[in-house]
């Protein structure tokens, strides 16, 4: 979980030891909130030069699709927010739930937003940051999530904002990453409070949690999607340091691989799928100033390829695939503003 009063958005989203740090999030500051040098901005192309490590895919430019994203603003959220967990439900509208607002408290809001505008329809049982949702079926199922603890409710929410309790994780988790591939959610790492975790769990309405493979190191704050019925899990935190390494996990066999590397160590980004390609918007470095504009897909071979850059540099923001686009919102700049606004994503 990130944010200690001095973070859980979104996430923002995602995932481990040495994690977080920022307001109203979890008892790790290392993350978000003590003061650090802001790093060098780095916004050129995806190098060549990216060096390899045995066992993992290089990144691969050449003949990858000359393909972008096209990212433009298109609405605005009610307030902002960062850390806010977010869910499609139905084939145009989103749910954003919880999250960091402008004054660096956690929150508690449900918001219905769709590519254009938001509103409030309801209200979660705590306020909370950190967490993650995917959708199931007619409703979105929130996961974990925290303010100075971690927590392990699992919360059903419905398309009118109406909440229930659904179930719990093995253990309190903040930071943590879901999706969900058939009637199934797959929950990435995560943070006790105290210990973070290199599990993915697999989740049904009606079961307990389960663990089916083991992350080879602990990550928080992973940007994870689906793809192709597998898993793609980029960078995340692991110690204090963002990792580079993509892991694809297959729940048919139940494997799970190193694929390849990103361009540069990233946490607190968010993933989304269009097409068969995991995109990883945005996100930092270790130091909390170091976000980046930069958009990175990941092929089904493996292949890392820049894919264009958001309209500035954010970290900690939402990503729903709808349709033929991604809708982005929410998230933290450079400067350590909470953003407002909805982008939306499209191939051009």
Known sequence: ??????????????????????????????????????????????????????????????????????????GLLPAPVQDAAAAAIGPARLLLMGGIDSSEASVAGILQASPSSARRIGTLPQALHDASASPLGAAVYLFGGGVVSSFPQITRIDSTGATSPAGQLPTPASDVATVAIGDTVYVVGGYTGVTPLRTILAWRPGTSARVVATLPKPLRYAAVAASGGKLTIAGGTSGEEASRDIYRFDPTSGSLARIGLLPHPLTHAAAAAL?????????????????T??????????????????????????????????????????????????????PS
């Open 1 to 74: 979980m990130g944010w200690v009063c001095s973070g859980v958005v979104v996430v923002v989203v995602a995932v481990l030891v040495g994690g977080g740090g920022g307001k109203g999030g979890g008892v790790d500051t290392s993350q978000r909130g003590a003061p650090r040098a802001r790093a060098r901005a780095r916004e050129s192309s995806l190098g060549a030069s990216t060096p390899t490590t045995p066992g993992a895919s290089a990144p691969t430019t050449a003949n990858a699709p000359t393909s972008t994203l096209t990212v433009s603003r298109t």
């Open 293 to 346: 504009r930069r958009i990175v897909a990941i092929e089904a071979g493996g292949k890392v390829r820049g894919a264009g850059l958001l309209p500035k540099a954010l970290s900690d923001l939402a990503a729903v695939t709808l349709g033929e686009s991604v809708v982005l919102a929410g998230g933290r700049d450079s400067a350590g503003a909470t953003q407002s606004a909805i982008l939306t994503a499209k």
């Open 275 to 291: 097409g068969g390609t995991v995109y990883v918007f945005g996100g930092r470095e270790a130091s909390p100033s170091s976000q």
